[in-house]
């Protein structure tokens, strides 16, 4: 088992992998910029290092400065949470040739689900169903990117490869639209992703958003943790999440469950990970593939009764899984609803101090969240 760990995030997460650790009996460093000093995850670790100063580019994404934590405390690994460097492959690498174990996927498999285009690649020969597009990355040819929509057939959408977060993407319904919707997209996606690759997709105009939990280890064990529906959505991002998805069978369930179980086993994946689908009459469609751990994994913890965080940092510390998929049964219904502190009339992130919190509780009721009176939300 892991000696030591490193959280290198914050917040709610930060407090989630401290949780699993201390069940673990792992010993904890928290990371923090000067602006979480006084945070409930700072406090609670066994240890506690500032890497920097409160804009994220200076303490949270800086990377030296994690590795460097790490090295003073004598910790053995790091979690990196979501968000911040937990899908990037450069920072997985840094990790693991400085010596550490990194809590997630190797750094080839974080490369490869990080660009759409591979990743559609990836699944198609993992037999897993895709929607239907161009097949990889745009070329500069008009007449070839007119023929692939043409051969979609109308509305496609335009999305960057290096996209994410319901960012980089654009609709088109019609040809007269098209060529200037690949030339603002890859200009777009340059600039936001440095990497101007785009691709294209038929696309579905009354999806659901339903997504696969899955769970791998090194040893070649994969197994799936049903289904999470996410598709209450504001600016392509979830909003609230339920588990099991309404409407979805126990046949289509398993079906669809071991196709993304077969494919991390094709693909050597390891860690927690989560395959995000269209869902539209019937019919699953790959839009991705998040290599980290979900901000909505509570809900299929919920149901399953497994911790995945626990999991996480058992297969880094190299042990098989501790279930197999026969064990894995969905009991009950859960749904999550995400908090945000924003003003709820131009819904703009609003920071402050919060003067009273009473937390919910009671059966059937779990409350994710690093906040508490008095907390200064930066």
Do not use: W
């Not at 100063?53 to 949270?60: E, F, I, K, L, T």
């Amino acid at each position: 088992m892991i000696s030591k760990l490193v959280i290198a995030n914050r917040g709610e997460i930060a407090l989630r992998i401290l949780r699993a650790c201390r069940v673990l009996e792992i010993p904890t460093v928290a990371l923090y910029s000067e602006a979480d000093s006084n945070a409930k995850y700072v406090r609670l670790a066994d240890e506690s290092v500032c890497i920097g100063p409160p804009p994220a580019a200076q303490s949270y994404l800086n990377v030296p400065a994690v590795i460097s934590a790490a090295e003073i405390t004598d910790a053995t690994a790091i979690h990196p949470g979501y968000g911040f460097l937990s899908e990037n492959a450069d920072f997985a690498e840094r990790v693991e040739g400085s010596g550490f174990i990194f809590v997630g996927p190797r750094p080839e498999t974080i490369r490869i689900m990080g660009d759409k285009v591979e990743a559609i690649k990836a699944m198609k020969e993992s037999g897993v169903p895709c929607v239907p597009g161009s097949d990889g990355p745009l070329g500069e040819d008009d007449e070839t990117n007119l023929r692939i929509a043409e051969r979609i057939g109308y509305p496609v959408i335009i999305k960057a490869s290096g996209g994410g977060g319901g960012k980089g993407m654009r609709v088109v319904h019609s040809e007269s639209t098209l060529l200037n919707a690949i030339s603002l997209t890859r200009a777009e996606a340059g600039a936001a992703f440095n990497n101007d690759v785009v691709y294209m997709e038929k696309y579905l105009e009354r999806p659901r958003h339903v997504e696969i939990q899955i769970l791998a280890d090194e040893h070649g064990n994969a197994i799936h943790l049903g289904e999470r529906d996410c598709s209450m959505q504001r600016r392509h991002q979830k909003v609230v999440e339920e588990c099991p998805a309404p409407g979805i069978d126990e046949k289509t369930r398993q079906f669809i469950g071991e196709r993304c179980a077969e494919a991390c086993r094709k693909i050597g994946y390891r860690g927690a990970g989560t395959f995000e689908f269209l869902y539209q009459d019937g019919e699953f469609f790959f839009i991705e593939m998040n290599t980290r751990v979900q901000v909505e994994h509570p809900v299929t913890e919920l149901v399953t009764g497994l911790d995945i965080v626990q999991e996480q940092l058992r297969i880094a510390s190299g042990e098989p899984l501790s279930v197999k998929q026969e064990d894995i049964h969905m009991r009950g219904h859960a749904f999550e609803c995400r908090i945000n502190a924003e003003d709820p009339e131009t819904f703009m992130p609003s920071p402050g101090k919060i003067t009273r919190y009473h937390q919910a509780g009671g059966p059937g009721i779990r409350v994710d969240s690093h906040v508490f009176a008095g907390y200064t939300i930066p």
